[in-house]
């Protein structure tokens, strides 16, 4: 059997809603949000695309705790060139640094950044 998109958000929601909250959004007008953006409890990362709009909801959305940034990127799929958790970031080697600066102060307490090559 087929299953919708919908009820399959609708369960994911469901398995996840007692650990994390769900927030339906877009990132430049796009639903693809894993791959556009990166984060950890402490900030949020997305790409120049993001609109106004989006990134009001988003503040709306998330605790005043979570520090959100909007970068400038030439590599713009943030969610496909960076792995990140509470106390490491992988990187592509060519993201630039003024995004890893950003990365590193938004995301806060990475005790390390390593490098990874595609």
């Known amino acids: 059997a087929v299953v919708s998109t919908q009820s399959a958000i609708t369960a994911g929601e469901g398995e996840l809603s007692d650990f994390i909250?769900?927030?339906?959004?877009?990132?430049?007008?796009?639903r693809v949000i894993g791959t556009l953006c990166v984060?950890?409890?402490?900030?949020?990362l997305v790409p120049n695309s993001t609109t106004d709009k989006e990134l009001q909801?988003?503040?709306n959305s998330l605790p005043d705790s979570v520090k959100i940034a909007r970068v400038e990127e030439r590599l713009?799929?943030?969610g496909n060139v960076i792995s990140c958790n509470d106390y490491v970031a992988l990187v592509h080697?060519?993201?630039?640094?003024?995004?890893?600066?950003?990365?590193?102060?938004?995301l806060r307490k990475l005790e390390h950044c390593s490098y990874y090559r595609l």
């Open 39 to 44: 984060g950890n409890k402490n900030g949020l």
């Open 93 to 106: 080697p060519d993201l630039d640094r003024e995004t890893e600066e950003v990365l590193a102060d938004t």
């Open 21 to 30: 909250k769900v927030i339906h959004t877009t990132i430049g007008g796009c």
């Open 57 to 59: 909801h988003l503040r």
């Open 76 to 78: 713009s799929a943030l």
